[in-house]
């Protein structure tokens, strides 16, 4: 499922670029578990990169937001699971 697929609003918000690797990764992830999210393109939307920041304390992305009031930054594919399987999302 892409971004562009999502039937309902989300509760999981995804800050990153196109050009991050481990951004790309995170929507493959998500895609490949069919669980909608919110991608914030913090180059289409630059000024979401200072929202990012403030969720995670740190620059790095991509910064995963979740319906829980928790996140991630820059998780591995295992995590990401993991943490979809705790919210009982796949």
Known sequence: MSENQQTETPN???FG???CGDCRRAKRVFGEAQV???WIDLVETPEAADVAADISG???IPV???????HQVEP?????RAK???????
């Open 12 to 14: 999981i918000r995804i």
């Open 17 to 19: 670029a196109d050009w």
């Open 36 to 38: 909608a999210y919110e």
């Open 58 to 60: 740190r620059k790095n």
């Open 64 to 70: 995963i937001t979740y319906p829980d009031g928790t």
């Open 76 to 80: 591995s594919d295992a995590d990401m």
């Open 84 to 90: 979809l399987t705790e919210l009982g999302l796949v």
